[in-house]
């Protein structure tokens, strides 16, 4: 018998001008926008029991932050803490959400900005929450899985002397004439649920999984994220669309190997376009993708909803003796403004800063780390939340679980929190930015999909 519920809100967060851009370690202070960045709730309920899927144009949520959100809003709501899945879609156009530490120039006031949209974001998601609960009416739930070809990119690449590097060129023309090809494999899958509601719009949440990292800049947008959900609503009268980010930490949309083959039939200019018009191209792909499947779901009666909260306990990467003189040298130059003075570029620089820094927070730091994990099962669809960066095995791996009796299977980067990057066994031994930045040792990446499945085992009927 279904027993389904469905109600959905959004809002604006668009911030001010002037407040810090995340995304990178070199500061840049906002212009404008290009669009605008919003949050989105859809509140389920089954009898008692109500969760809330919340998706917002942010880069992610500090944990600190998204706890104090996700208690605001159950204080709010009455929805318990444990059953808010707070994901932030990772653009890298939206704001900052904390304190940087760089030597960089800040405008004046810049710290009392920042603590005032933190302020003002976590008001926002109050109000969507409790919006998203009044708009509860009788609904149906469907799925629906097909693919988006030729698009996401695995950004980690082989070197031809035996190095990797992250992102070492994009594009064909400027593609180093030193790659040897990509590490890793691609996640094409996107999935849709619908939930068709009496005598209300309809809502359709859409998951894919690859890093919005397309527009740099000065300027505020929701990247790829927001073009899916334009595109959708612009194509489906009466229905309102929601994106959830899935494990992208080590994929984007820059195509390096001007050798990557396309699929059977395609033709597409593979030097890929820039900025804003590659956030649109990847959007409408996505978009066009849950389309071609949008009229053939699988509809399933709901009859209880169910959750967990559970961290995983992750051992630190901290950082031999030796290493921590050079490391503390590097932080003192990047806090000092000096970046000029760090060896090598683009990513390269990254890199060795966020090494640094690492080894530096590491120095005194705990033995583990709880990172917070999140199940939420709509009858036989369930949705798993990371708080962070998970490579697309970790993703593929716990999509395993849909060979035990799930449906539907929806792993989501970003979700209550933000605790960095996490790479498979195989990266620490390759290199590369994730894995040489990350604060976890080597094995996190297994250790979170065991506990991804084991989540799944818990919450399953």
């Not at 809330?52 to 880069?59: F, H, K």
């Not at 444990?82 to 994901?87: G, K, N, R």
């Not at 919006?131 to 070197?159: H, Q, S």
């Amino acid at each position: 018998m279904n027993r389904l519920e469905a109600g959905y809100s959004r809002t604006i967060i668009t911030p001010m001008v002037g407040l810090g851009i995340s995304g990178y370690y070199g500061v840049r202070i906002s212009r404008g926008k290009l669009d605008d960045l919003r949050a989105t709730a859809v509140a389920l309920r089954t009898g008692d029991t109500t969760v809330l899927l919340v998706s917002a144009d942010v880069i992610s949520f500090p944990t600190r932050v998204a706890n104090a959100y996700r208690e605001a809003i159950a204080a709010a709501t009455g929805v318990p803490r444990e059953a808010i899945f707070l994901h932030g879609t990772h653009t890298h156009t939206g704001p900052y959400l904390y304190h940087p530490e760089t030597g960089a120039k800040l405008p004046e006031g810049h710290d009392a900005l920042i603590d005032e949209y933190v302020t003002f974001l976590g008001h926002r998601l109050t109000d969507v929450c409790r919006a998203a609960i009044e708009d509860l009416a009788p609904a149906r739930m469907g799925f629906c899985v097909g693919t988006v070809t030729n698009l996401a990119k695995i950004r980690r690449y082989r070197m031809k002397d035996g190095t990797v590097k992250t992102n070492p060129g994009m594009g064909t023309k400027d593609a180093p004439e030193d790659v040897l090809g990509p590490i890793g494999e691609v996640e094409e899958r996107v999935s849709a649920v619908r939930f068709d509601r009496e005598g209300k719009n309809d809502i359709l949440l859409t998951h894919f999984g690859m890093h919005p990292d397309t527009i740099s800049g000065y300027y505020y947008s929701a990247d790829w994220p927001g073009f899916v959900t334009e595109t959708l609503e612009a194509a489906l009268p009466g229905v309102f669309a929601v994106v959830f980010n899935g494990a992208q930490g080590d994929v984007n949309t820059h195509l390096v190997d001007p050798n990557a083959p396309c699929a059977d039939g395609m033709r597409v200019n593979n030097d890929p376009p820039r900025g804003y018009v590659e956030a649109r191209y990847a959007g409408r792909r996505i978009a066009g993708a849950v389309l071609g499947i949008f009229d053939r779901p699988f509809y399933r009666d709901v009859e209880d909803i169910r959750f967990l909260d559970e961290p995983a306990v992750c051992p630190a990467n901290k950082p031999r003796p030796e290493d921590l003189p050079e490391a503390r040298r590097l932080v003192e130059l990047h806090k000092q403004g000096r970046d000029g003075e760090i060896p090598g570029k683009g990513m390269d620089f990254v890199t060795v800063i966020a090494e640094a820094c690492r080894m530096v927070a590491l120095a005194d730091g705990p033995d583990t780390f709880d990172i917070p994990m999140a199940g939420i099962a709509i009858g036989d669809v369930a949705l798993v939340g990371i708080a962070g960066e998970p490579f697309t095995a970790i993703g593929r791996g716990i999509r395993a679980s849909e060979a035990e009796g799930w449906e539907l299977v929806l792993p989501c980067c970003c979700t209550n929190g933000s605790e960095g990057y996490f790479p498979m066994m195989d990266a620490y031994e390759e290199g590369g930015y994730e894995s040489r930045t990350t604060r976890y040792r080597a094995g996190v990446g297994e250790l979170l999909t065991e506990k991804g499945i084991e989540i799944l085992f818990k919450i399953r009927k």
